[in-house]
């Protein structure tokens, strides 16, 4: 990568950072591209041109909070192995909705999705309608599973089980009790879709 072109991702990290900031502690609705500029030491024109509406600046921000570790939870679907990819899917699945970026997104998305409808939309655009999207073409074509949807929908809904007592300020799962649950759900997944084909 030449000298502009990491001036250029420098500078949209930059902003994606910011707006992480203002999203998450100000709010979608309050959040606005100026305090962003500032925040992010650039220009209100710099912001947009690397972002030319807040919405989307918005579904960026949730791609690299999505991206922040350096590795998708979808990545573990590429492993030579489809069932274990699918493990090493649901448990970094389940682990990612349980950190506090993910659960103050969430409370976010609940408290604004009145005053700000399209937050939601985008918000299903990137993450559940991507994530559904990715997994019906790996059970179509690494499991040959072709009806997939309602199976990973129920799937999915065991994995984030948890979710609910942590966005309540509960405790969150050991690691063991993480895994166990994670290895049960996926077990119960795998032998229905067995009787089911």
Not at 123 to 152: H, I, K, Y
Request: net charge negative; proline share 3%; glycine share 8%.
């Amino acid at each position: 990568m030449g000298k502009i072109e990491q001036n250029k991702e420098q500078k949209r990290r930059a902003i994606l950072a910011a707006a992480k900031q203002q999203f998450l502690t100000e709010g979608y609705a309050s959040a606005n591209m100026g305090k962003i500029a500032d925040q992010a030491q650039l220009t209100k024109q710099t912001v947009y041109r690397y972002f030319p509406s807040k919405i989307e600046l918005f579904q960026a921000t949730l791609r690299f909070m999505g991206n922040s570790d350096g590795e998708s939870f979808l990545d573990h679907l590429e492993d030579p192995n489809a069932e274990d990819g699918l493990r090493r899917f649901a448990l970094a699945f389940a682990q990612a909705h349980l950190t506090q970026d993910h659960l103050q997104t969430f409370r976010l998305l609940i408290a604004e999705s009145g005053k700000a409808p399209e937050m939601i939309e985008s918000f299903f655009q990137v993450g559940p309608n991507e994530t559904g999207a990715t997994l019906a073409m790996f059970f179509a074509g690494r499991l040959g599973v072709q009806d997939s949807e309602q199976p990973v929908r129920l799937w999915l809904a065991m994995l984030l089980a948890f979710r609910d007592k942590a966005l309540l300020g509960q405790e969150r799962p050991t690691e063991k009790e993480m895994r166990d649950h994670v290895t049960a759900a996926t077990d119960l997944l795998l032998l229905g879709l067995a009787q089911k084909g």
